[in-house]
């Protein structure tokens, strides 16, 4: 049976109330599940506190616990994972503790409340409370709720090690918004990394690669490379041509970033960065400005992505008030965690 017009906009109305529903329950599910666990968390550590004087307690008596639980619930209740709820509750109860009520209990009612602190799946928490230090943990949980992002990218974002990426790329001023308000875009700089890393593109199965090899990479792997560059980015194309009187010159990969409102450069060098890079970047950049961008938009951004970087060189290079050229490093796997963390200490 065919519909009218008419008719296709209120089915179409309806399934997006429908679709909107479905994940409103999905949403109120797991907010149930990870504010139950949280409270079986806090009933297990205050048992526990109770119970100090008997030796082995914990042990003991979350076995026998693991084993009633089984039988009444099904699975779900073993004693690692009531483990983790009381690590969960342990993480957690700091943050959460203004939520609780006089007799130390989460209200039911929290869960027509809009201040909920647990915005995740439970599965997210569990990925979350591995992470030690509280200022990191906290930003990862902040940018995984504002950009939806599933289990299985919140723990690459944290393997390719973003946090530590970001504060190497930020001082200390801006360094302490991560934690509070996660990655905020508001000027050029806060929208660059270093290093990139590109463990996605397989290119460390090869000996040898060449640009052009990097770029197809990067072209057929692009929704994951939007995402490594971060919010707001938007693909333009790939060797634009730039025309000077007869000349032409090709830009490797044009972007436009919503939230800084301009176009963004980038060029591939597989080696090792060389001032004429930069120089040959600021030519395209200002080529965008004068000829490309419309009034209303910003000044252009341009990020030479190289293989090896002299932080040196491109101090000398650039002008000392540069907000538009940058030079970034990109690796083809994971970073060393370690690693990361000594260069923040040595930048500090």
Wanted: charged share 30%.
């Amino acid at each position: 049976m065919k519909l009218s017009e008419s008719e296709n906009k209120l089915f179409g109305r309806i399934t997006e109330l429908l679709n909107d529903a479905r994940k409103s329950v999905v949403v109120s599910v797991n907010q149930t599940i990870v504010l139950t666990n949280y409270e079986i968390g806090r009933l297990i550590i205050e048992d526990e506190q109770k119970g100090k004087e008997r030796a082995e307690y914990g042990k003991s008596v979350l076995k026998e616990l693991s084993q009633k639980l089984t039988e009444k619930f099904g699975k779900g209740y073993s004693v690692y994972n009531l483990e983790r709820m009381r690590k969960f509750y342990l993480v957690y109860s700091k943050s959460a503790a203004l939520l609780q009520n006089s007799n130390n209990e989460i209200s039911a009612t929290l869960l027509r409340k809009s201040d909920n602190p647990f915005m995740l799946s439970w599965s997210h928490y569990l990925q979350l409370i591995k992470i030690e230090n509280e200022e990191e943990r906290r930003f990862y949980e902040i940018e995984a709720s504002n950009n939806n992002w599933s289990i299985r990218e919140l723990e690459r974002q944290y393997d390719s090690s973003l946090y530590e990426r970001l504060v190497l790329s930020r001082d200390k001023k801006a360094l302490k918004d991560l934690s509070e308000k996660g990655q905020i875009i508001a000027k050029p700089s806060d929208a660059i990394k270093d290093p990139y890393v590109l463990d996605f593109l397989g290119l460390e199965e090869k000996e040898k690669y060449t640009e052009s090899d990097l770029e197809t990479a990067i072209i057929n792997k692009l929704e994951h490379f939007l995402t490594e560059l971060g919010k707001g980015f938007l693909f333009v194309g790939r060797q634009q041509r730039i025309t000077v009187e007869d000349e032409h010159f090709y830009v490797d990969l044009v972007f436009y970033n919503r939230l800084l409102q301009c176009f963004v450069l980038i060029d591939l060098k597989i080696g090792k960065l060389k001032h004429q890079d930069l120089g040959q970047m600021q030519m395209y950049v200002n080529y965008y400005d004068d000829f490309i961008r419309a009034d209303e938009e910003n000044l252009t951004i341009g990020i030479v992505l190289c293989k090896q970087k002299n932080e040196i060189l491109v101090q000398i290079t650039l002008p000392k008030e540069n907000q538009q050229i940058f030079a970034s490093k990109y690796q083809t796997v994971l970073p060393s965690k370690e690693e990361l963390k000594q260069l923040i200490e040595n930048k500090e």
